[in-house]
């Protein structure tokens, strides 16, 4: 019985023996052994399995791989790779390569079909992830390139997905999001192809991370992670100094600081971590670290209505430091499991521990965090007098002084050093981390406001801004930003009329004289014709004498200004009034007090007020949108003010009431349906509707680069991309380049390209829009605008003048004739001023002719003038408008 019992289960056995095979070989394909392949790609990687994950195949000791033209046989393939055999140096092996670099030789079927297993429905086995299969997050925008000869884009994240196109060598790509499928990892990028922005996947082993500092991560890993001490499997350990080796938990924060290939074609991504406030660096495999996007996200604020410290919403980009326009929405990670180290003690999930006295910590699980001025009520940003948001960054010190609640929510109190300056405020818990260590901030930065707790527990803010300072505490902070005495009564009349508004001093480091000099150059800058002759050049080139008229380098209207003006409008001091100093307000977006209605107000009695128009989206979609709410687009786009944008608008394209500029009609000949509300590329021409089509033109070619075109939404071919997409330029042409004033767009006195890159000739612009940006500030002045003023070194003790009020200074003659006779040498206005003439004794008399170039110079000596006999001369008296004489003698000679 036992016997029988034996053989049967035996039987079972082979039977599993036979089955279980073709059971396991679901997902996998067999290829006709006759199907062979050529390789496409310049240099093409062998793994020992069908994943990125895997080692490089070695031949004879030696990494192998395949060039472009190489033939292989192709075994099988599995889920995008393809199991080859190949031969090297006379030796047959056999590895896996990604199916997108083989180009599959057609196969002709055998008459005989082999015979295949009918597959049953029984589960397909693949080899266990080592993270989890899928797992995806936030996007978080890291700049990257392209590190192979040709990388197709895959609309899902797998080598079966629809292919978009493909990307060359080094081509830039931006990674927004990384997910896990099948154990490889795959970046999800946006990029341009074919002039159009587009998104797609990549297999993350073919692009190349853009690190400039550093980029924020976290462990991505089912068990702790040892920390190698260069890149590869086979290096030591990285161990603390009592010589424990370092493991980090799954979710534990890093910072991700380089990114490096082995020599077995593995990616390892260089990191740095704090442990007990002490700094490691190490190497991890970049398929067991994922990049994480650190945001904060602050509970709006009600409008402001006093100098309080608004809301912000800026974005950080973990590898730089924040634009002041960016948005910070960081979702926290999960407070990580304690480890078994003393310090520093991390804080489990779910608890918040109290604190009743000053208790040393540190910033962690985030590259950088918000610290808020008022958490009861609203959550309201600490910013400093620059208007950007105070920020703390991972491994900073902190003092916690006193946990505050708020409903469910848990804040701490803490204290921290930003140069000389000690700043409180609030933070949220999950970002503390309890214990020594840590760094202290050296950046000098000073708060708008900062606040302190009340004994009860909740927040009571109180803030010391600018706008409360008393007299001499005004006056120290005049000194401190290095005003001269010369500006400082007009910013104490505005400092009691607007006691919110903030100054400070742009040291250009730049002289006076010098300035001057750079800046009074033929053409460079241009005022218009109507202004009086005072405010207009008479340099050569400037003016013409034999025509009695300025020379235009813009249009027919616009001259060279007078260096008496050119000094007039360059002195800052000349415009600290309440309207003028918008010139100098900084031009980044902020949404807390910058809005529809204002642009509004700025576009009131033109053509755009209240008015809207109908486009076509890139879907096809049609969508109607006001004016000033394209203009508010356009600042969330760009980070620039939507005051000054529309302001810009208004200075370049408004002719009238009811009337716009051509370059925003559509209906340019030979152009239409094109739109430059900015002008941009409206280049000086004398010719009719020369600048005009210039503007044109650009509206429809944009740059040389098509990722650039891109971010300009170029071609603009309707009014909302032109606006938005102008308003792009100018703010990464111009304010993201420091100049982020409407004074030093037209007066270029920064470091960068001194002297040129000067958004207008009009060197009226930024008085005249700065006025129109006043406007609309109506009811809105209590607001913290910040305003950035320039100093000069070696400045005149007082304000440049206004030009002295000149007359016309023409006193050449157009015209001289004598009748019946004719003058030796022959008249000619540029030149000579003495002429001749011999007349015989007979003549006694004789007819003198003339008139003056201009029609304001009066000519004295004319008529009939009696003759003597022998040499007579005669004088003829110009005077010009403004009392300049200028002479001309004719030497009459009388025969006997």
Known sequence: MKKNTYYKWLAVLLCIMIVWPQVFKSGITTVDAAATGTVTATSLNIRSGPATTYERVQVNGNYTSLKKGDKVTIVSEKSGWYKISFTVNGKKTEGYVMADYIKKASVTPTPTAKPTVKPTATPTVTKKPTSSSTISQDDFKEPGTVNAT?????????????????????????????????????????????????????????????????????????????????????????????????????????????????????????????????????????????????????????????????????????????????????????????????????????????????????????????????????????????????????????????????????????????????????????????????????????????????????????????????????????????????????????????????????????????????????????????????????????????TDSFIPFDGSTWVTASKEALEYYIDPRNFLTEKSIFQFEMLTYKGQYQNGTGVESILYNTPLYNKSFTYKEDTGKSTTISYSQSFVDAAVYSGVSPYHLATRVKQEVVTGTSTLSSSVSGTVAGLEGLYNFYNIGAYHSTAAGGAIANALKYARNGTTSAELNTLYRIPWDNPYDSIVGGAYIIGSNYIKRGQDTIYLQKFNVTPVSTHTHQYMANIEAPNAEGAKTYAAYTGMTNVPIVFSIPVYSNMPAVSAPIPVKKYNPNNWLKTLTIDGYSLTPTFDLSKEQFYSLIVENAVSSINVRATAVSTKATVAGVGTIPLQVGNNAVTLTVTAENGDVRQYQINVVREN
């Open 150 to 546: 040709s990388l197709n884009v895959r609309k899902t994240p797998a080598t079966t997905g629809t292919r978009l196109g493909a990307l060359k060598n080094k081509q830039k790509v931006t990674v927004l999001n990384e997910v896990f499928v099948g154990g490889q990892k795959w970046y999800r990028i946006s990029f341009t192809l074919n002039k159009k922005a587009q998104t797609g996947y990549v297999l993350s082993d073919y692009i190349k991370l853009t690190i400039s500092s550093y980029i924020m991560g976290y462990v991505n890993s089912t068990t702790s992670m040892k920390v190698q001490t260069v890149a590869g499997s086979k290096s030591a350990y990285v161990k603390t100094k009592a010589g424990k080796v370092i493991s980090l938990p799954n979710k534990r924060a890093v910072k991700i600081t380089q990114e490096v290939t082995d020599n077995k074609g593995v990616k390892w991504l260089g990191v740095s971590f704090t442990i007990s406030g002490v700094k490691y660096n190490g190497y991890l495999p970049a398929n067991k670290v994922l990049i994480k996007k650190v945001v904060v996200t602050p509970t709006p604020t009600k409008a402001p209505t006093q100098a309080v410290t608004p809301s912000l919403t800026p974005s950080i980009t973990p590898t730089a430091s924040p634009a002041p326009t960016a948005s910070i929405t960081p979702t926290a990670s999960p407070a990580p499991t304690a480890t078994p180290q003393v310090t520093p003690t991390v804080t489990p999930a779910g608890y918040v521990r109290e604190v009743n006295q000053n208790t040393e910590a540190t910033i962690q699980y985030a590259s950088k965090i918000n610290v808020y001025s008022e958490v009861v009520n609203n959550s309201t940003i600490l910013i400093d007098t620059s208007y950007n948001p105070i920020l703390l960054s991972m491994d900073e010190k902190v003092i916690v002084s006193k946990t505050i609640r708020n409903n469910l929510d848990a804040w701490y109190y803490v204290t921290f050093k930003k140069g000389a300056n000690t700043i409180s405020g609030y933070v949220q818990t999950q970002y503390v981390v309890f214990g020594t260590g840590g760094f202290e901030d050296t950046t000098a930065v000073f708060p708008i406001a900062s606040v302190t707790p009340n004994p009860t527990g909740s927040v009571t803010p109180s803030p010391t801004t600018v706008g409360t300072m008393n007299d001499g505490q005004f006056e120290a902070y005049l000194t401190n930003q290095g005003f001269p005495e010369s500006y400082k009564p007009y910013l104490r009349n505005l400092h009691k009329q607007y006691p919110a508004w903030i100054f400070e001093a742009y040291q250009t480091g730049l002289d006076w004289n010098t300035v001057i000099a750079k800046q009074n150059v033929l053409g460079k800058n241009l005022i218009s014709n109507g202004k009086s002759v005072e405010w207009k050049s008479l340099d050569t080139g400037a003016y013409s004498w034999t």
